[in-house]
């Protein structure tokens, strides 16, 4: 029988991540439209971090008859404890395996790997016959005719897609249960679901560096394929979802999106998607979104309102709009036939703040916006730079807030009409986008994190994930998680809550809230407010504790005992 394994690289695009705690759609459809043609099949999924942590386990993939590798960032991604596939790391595990076949899907087969030195790696692995094959098309399409050839690869045609959303309705229910074999199941996985691909821009050939108007207009999922899908991963034990793999969540089934640029929402669909997700998935975790046009938001504001309201009314909190900016300075926005302008972008931002920011039951703010600003497009000058920090600043002087700044370089992507120009801007504009990036982090990140969480605020359910030197860093878990550094060496892979008690550039500085002042380490206890290093060392000697009381009267002074109080415990 078939011996078939999965290898997930992970894959990040513009609209769909795959990253854990993330796990994208690619591995669900591929196990689904493999299990469609036999549920008996013997089919094992791992990813890289296993691979990374236990290289003996290549046995898996050795004694696979065929592979599937899911690889490609076609975005730059900052991540903490995991990242993609490397196109050298995966050279090195696949030119030792010879007996299976080996088929390369997900960005990395479609445009290539990007990154330094693309070219010449992407050479060195067509040279090298690393892969059998490369799928061009959609691979739980074409994945569905090669088991059916019986592994026979000259008879599909790599560039085959789907006829429709709904082709792969029964891949997605039939695959959801390979979550249980990712590393991260259940408590710690994030599902992404799609609710459609193809933008309503392709008719006016889209963004110059994307490559979503190639897929062309939308193809929406019908609600009860969402909503049945999820059921299912409901079931098998997922408690995070987030519906990120779209363009623009407010345009998910807008009418006339294939003769429409900028198509009008539809407040009432999006009311029976959350809805119904809410009824299959009662108590569910996270629930959060990703990507939305501020055009849409700025032409639409009546529909958009409501939709944002919806949003939050069955979400989790700490929930972002990604906004796809790209760039403030008209010349740029021309040159790339952008999506929005400054005025676009302003009204949105406004909207969403008006509606998303107060604080939610988890200690994040409802709904707010996020901003990706992308360098290295045509018609930028240095005065572009200059341009877009003081958009910034108005925002920052108008007291509204952003969730997230990102802030990239274009990666060329095969297809696009920004490929021609490749990274000449982004040489010639090297020195300007690094001060760019620090002059932000200094005078904008700060003080808009500032802006958004009191100090003292209570963080819920932050998982820590990574020990760097004395600092344990951990985050929520949802759609773009604020990164939390606590001082001291906490246990990682549990759930705290945390109290906030300062600000980095991108980041907050929490102590776990309450903090038993019995079992707390050093560091921790050193990072308490009006604690230094003295005051640790005697707090230390002095233990056990056994009240308030007791505490106050070892301490050397009432008044700033009292105020430690209100950060520990004494069980
Ligand atoms: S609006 Fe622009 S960036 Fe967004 S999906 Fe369409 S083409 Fe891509």
Redesign the pocket.
């Known amino acids: 029988m078939n011996k078939i394994t999965i290898l997930d690289g992970y894959i990040d695009e513009?609209?769909c991540l795959g990253v854990p705690p993330f796990i994208s759609p690619y591995p669900r459809y591929i196990a689904g439209s493999i299990w469609n043609f036999d549920k008996n099949i013997n089919l094992k999924y791992i990813t890289i971090d296993q691979l990374r942590k236990n290289p003996e386990k290549i046995f898996i993939l050795k004694k696979s008859d065929i592979i599937f590798i899911i690889a490609g960032s076609s975005v730059p991604g900052k991540y903490l404890s995991s990242y993609p596939a490397s196109p050298q790391e995966l050279i090195k595990i696949f030119t030792d395996i010879n007996k299976s076949k080996k088929i390369l899907c997900g960005p990395a087969a479609k445009y290539g790997f990007t990154g330094p030195g693309r070219s010449k790696i992407n050479k060195i692995l067509s040279e090298n016959n690393v892969f059998d094959l490369y799928i061009k098309g959609d691979c739980e399409i074409i994945i569905s005719e090669i088991i059916k050839n019986k592994n026979d690869l000259e008879k599909v045609d790599t560039f085959k897609k789907r006829k429709n959303a709904h082709e792969i309705y029964n891949f997605s229910l039939l695959g959801s249960k390979i979550v249980m074999q990712h590393p991260n199941f259940y408590n710690q996985l994030i599902t992404e679901i799609e609710t459609y691909r193809g933008?309503?821009?392709?008719i006016t050939g889209?963004?110059s560096?994307?490559?979503?108007?190639l897929k062309g207009p939308p193809d929406f999922r019908p609600i009860s394929d969402i909503v049945n899908e999820i059921k299912k991963l409901y079931k098998t034990g997922i408690r995070h979802f987030r519906l990120g793999n779209q363009?623009?969540i407010f345009s998910y089934m807008s009418k006339d999106s294939d003769k429409e640029e900028f198509p009008k929402p539809n407040p009432k669909a999006l009311l029976n998607l959350f809805r119904g997700i809410r009824n299959v998935a009662p108590n569910l975790l996270t629930l959060h979104i990703d990507?939305a046009?501020p055009?849409i938001i700025s032409k639409y504001p009546k529909e958009c309102k409501e939709i944002a309201k919806t949003i939050i009314k069955y979400h989790t909190p700490g929930d972002v709009a990604a906004f796809?900016v790209?760039s403030i300075d008209p010349l740029v926005i021309k040159n790339n036939?952008?999506?929005a302008d400054a005025n676009d972008v302003y009204n949105a931002i406004k909207l969403l703040n008006s509606i998303g920011s107060n604080l939610g039951k988890n200690g994040m703010p409802e709904l707010l916006p996020g901003i990706n600003l992308l360098f290295g497009l045509k018609g930028e000058t240095k005065s572009s730079y200059k341009i877009n920090f003081e958009f910034l600043n108005k925002i920052l002087d108008n007291k509204l807030i952003i969730r997230r700044l990102n802030i990239r370089q274009i990666i060329p992507i095969p297809g696009t009409p920004l490929y021609s120009i490749s990274n000449k801007i982004i040489k010639k504009h090297k020195t300007e986008f690094r001060k760019f990036k620090k002059k932000v982090k200094e005078n904008i990140e700060k003080q808009i994190l500032k802006k958004m969480l009191p100090l003292g605020n209570i963080i819920s359910n932050v998982y820590t994930e990574l020990h760097i030197g004395n600092i344990t860093f951990g985050r929520q878990m949802g759609s773009y998680p604020l990164l939390i550094g606590i001082p001291g060496k906490l246990p990682l892979n549990i759930k705290i809550n945390v109290k906030i008690i300062d600000y980095g550039f991108r980041s907050i500085t929490a102590l776990p809230f309450p903090l038993d002042i019995n079992k707390s380490n050093r560091t921790t206890i050193r990072a308490i407010p009006s604690i230094g290093r003295k005051r640790a060392n005697r707090i230390l000697l002095n233990r056990p504790y056994s009240s308030k009381i007791e505490f106050i009267k070892k301490f050397d002074d009432s008044k700033i005992a009292k105020q430690v109080l209100e950060y520990i415990t004494f069980n």
Not at 199 to 202: M, Y
């Open positions: 513009p609209t933008c309503s821009r392709s889209g963004c560096f994307c490559c979503e108007p363009p623009c990507n046009n055009r796809g790209e036939n952008l999506k």
